[in-house]
């Protein structure tokens, strides 16, 4: 499988023939200039919570794909008033076998609106199982101890964790996920796009350092194979 980084914390994971994308925010990203949201293939999109910077581009890609997007319930709501008819609503604790694997839907420690002020319900995360793997996109949260029940129920083979800080963890808070989650291989997300959670990168590896777990940190463009 393949997970690429197409920036700030939108990923795609490339499984079972099928592309999974996550908060698509592409065309307003002012450190992007590799990738084009209108060149964007997905067979699934899933949102981890309302704000513009996790869904700048959602309508328009799900509406030229034909993707299902897969969300909690008020954003599947508010994207039926936009027009875009091919969704799945979730809640958190909620299951779902799709046809590349299974995806749980888990509690995050955030706020979540649209652009618009319509209430986008609790913000999220998402455990996917696939090809024998457990992948943990968390969404925008602070370090939380239901982590620490994610850790002991799933054998999470690589979380994809914010460290930024200012709206969400920080290396040091992930470095600590890390070990609740009783992981070890961690991608950063959600840094360097806007001023306020510009990291230093090598200072965020060292947070890492002696704890056992590794973090990746990916350029625009940038995929690894897992
Ligand atoms: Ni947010
Ligand atoms: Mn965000």
Redesign the pocket.
Known sequence: MKIKYLGH?CFTIETQGKTLLFDPFISPNPINDTIKAELIEADYILVSHA?E??TADLVAIAQRTGAMVIAIWEIHAWLQKQGVTNTHPMNIGGKRNFDFGKVSMTYAMHSSSFSDGTYGGTAAGFLIETEGKIIYYSG?TALHQDMKLLGERFTIDWAILPIGGN?TMDAVDAAEAANFLRTKNVIGM?FNTFGYIVIDEHQAKGAFENTGANLTIMKIGEHIAI
């Open positions: 914390s704000h910077d996790h925008d709206f959600h």
